[in-house]
């Protein structure tokens, strides 16, 4: 048998061996934390409309978006985000606050480092990627858009 | 020394194990091997400023309180071998560069302690050296940061990855002075690629290394599993060390009754350490606390310990390519 035979069947009995991630469980709590963050979001969203009614809808709901990220990068500095993560998984980093978090946690990491190499360097370091795949995609959906405008 | 069969070397000097000292986190101190650990540090900076000065005071305590338990005079040590995980070997070289004893630096990630073994007895069997001390460790905070995320970030871990342990073993080996417990043989293993990449299953990547030197090792000393007390694998965790099972069991050889796993015995069950621990430091503590102990008072007469390593980089693993692994193995026994 050569290597590449061998390689094929071990990780073929890797893969089987190795524990799944029940995906129920993971969707559930996905949903309860994705559903929590969303509704907290809507609900500062409320309180600031009931406070200041000639708001409109744009601009209360940058404030809540606001208020979230605050919250997120509080609660990363005392050490409590990451385990929400943990249970959360996609649920709580799908919102605004795993951006939030992905920044500050970042940021803490580095600041070791320095205000120019450190933070400055490496706060983006997971954001990154991110906010590329969002340039990059709204760029292609502008263009398609464009396109169809044509018609 | 003399060479048994491909890959396997008996020493002919007496070299004796005359202090072993470990040194662990927090979270390792209050697993179950607690009551065997020298030092149990709950503050992981050890009172400095960052993580990576922490793990430097870690191994300087540990270095310095193994050469006084030895009971050789500081000067009379004739090398520091050892490594960790960091880039350039930071934490040793920081630490060589307090102790001022003559060092060489070592990598092979998470077998490096037994590395050092072999290197330290090679040495000393050499005759030109008569004590010489092996220290190797990691930290979960420095090796988080520079393999995988920020510690604050938040992400879920895959339910086959591991915890870096935070700990440091040392220990001295000596020609000079004895004690009742030898390194005998020593098994230098050979870096293999069984194709897997996922960086986060480290003990499926490592344990094909692991199994192909003890087979190498049985095969070079016409001995089997039957011959020793214990077979202790450094850190293939829950799932590397069930692969590491079934695949000797493949080569014929029925482990189940006398093999640990250090990855897998240094945590509960209830520590969300997913498959248990990994690192440089989890075989060096394990292997300077429970195993040396249970030598000394005899419970335990012929062990094999197999560090196992996974050789790649944060680089080579984002450019796709394979992860691959190496295993080394000493024999130790204890003659009461």
């Known amino acids: 048998m050569n290597n590449e035979e061998r390689n094929e069947k071990y990780l073929e009995y890797v893969e089987q061996k190795s524990p799944k991630a029940g995906w129920f469980n993971s969707l559930f709590h996905a949903f309860v934390m994705g559903a929590t963050i969303c509704c907290l979001g809507q609900m500062f969203g409320d309180i600031i409309r ?27 500095a005392f050490g409590c985000f990451d385990r929400l993560a ?24 580095f600041k070791k480092e320095g205000l120019v190499f450190g933070v400055g360097s490496k706060m983006f370091y997971v954001a990154g990627p991110v906010l590329v795949n969002g340039v990059a995609y709204s760029l292609i959906v502008g263009v398609v858009y464009f396109i169809i405008g044509l018609f | 020394m003399k060479k048994l069969g491909s890959q396997t070397y008996s020493f002919e000097s007496d070299i004796s194990i005359i202090s072993g ?47 006084k338990k030895s009971k050789v005079e500081k000067d009379n040590i004739d090398l520091y071998l050892g490594g960790d995980l960091m880039n350039q070997l930071v934490s040793s070289n920081y630490t ?25 007895s090679i040495f000393l069997d050499s005759k030109g050296m008569k004590n010489i001390v092996c220290a190797t460790g990691s930290h979960f905070s420095t ?21 870096t342990v935070t700990g440091v073993g040392a220990t001295v080996v000596s020609t000079e002075k004895t004690s009742n417990i030898k390194i005998k043989m020593a098994t230098i293993g050979k870096v293999t690629d069984y194709g897997v990449s996922d960086i986060a299953n480290m003990g499926a990547a490592m344990a094909p290394a692991a199994m192909e030197t003890l087979v190498a090792f049985f095969t ?51 520590q969300d ?9 989890c075989s060096a503590s394990v292997f300077n606390s429970y195993i040396l102990s249970k030598l000394r008072s005899g419970e335990l007469k012929k062990v094999l310990l197999i560090s196992t390593g996974a050789l790649m980089s944060t680089t080579t693993n984002q450019q796709g390519d394979s992860i691959p692994c190496i295993a080394h193995l000493v024999l130790v026994e204890g003659e009461n």
């Open chain 2, 96 to 120: 060589a560069s307090e102790l001022n004893i003559p060092f060489v630096g070592l990598y092979n990630a998470c077998a490096t302690m037994a590395e050092s073994l072999i290197v330290g």
């Open chain 2, 21 to 67: 000292v470990s040194l662990v986190g927090g979270k390792e101190g209050a697993g179950p091997l607690k009551k065997y650990f020298d030092f149990v540090e709950e503050d992981d900076k050890m009172g400095q400023k960052t993580f990576e000065k922490g793990e430097r005071l870690m191994f300087l305590k540990t270095i310095s309180s193994a050469i």
């Open chain 2, 143 to 163: 090796a988080e940061r520079q393999y995988r995320y920020p510690l604050e970030f938040g992400n879920q871990r895959q339910s086959y990855a591991q915890w």
């Open chain 2, 220 to 270: 070079d000393t016409n001995t089997t599993q039957k011959d020793y007390d214990l077979i202790a694998t450094g850190d293939l965790g829950k799932l590397g060390s069930d692969i590491f099972k079934d695949l000797m069991m493949e080569k014929g050889y029925d482990i189940e009754t006398n093999y640990v796993d250090c990855g897998h015995m240094i945590f509960n069950i209830d």
């Open chain 1, 86 to 109: 943990k249970y959360g998984g996609a649920g709580t980093f799908i919102p605004i606050s795993g951006f939030a978090n992905s920044i500050a946690s970042c940021a803490i990491e």
């Open chain 2, 273 to 281: 350490t997913l498959q248990g621990g990994s690192g440089a430091g």
């Open chain 1, 50 to 76: 009931s406070f200041y009614p000639v708001l409109d809808l744009l601009t209360v709901g940058a404030w809540s978006s606001i208020i979230i990220i605050v919250l997120t990068i509080f609660l990363t």
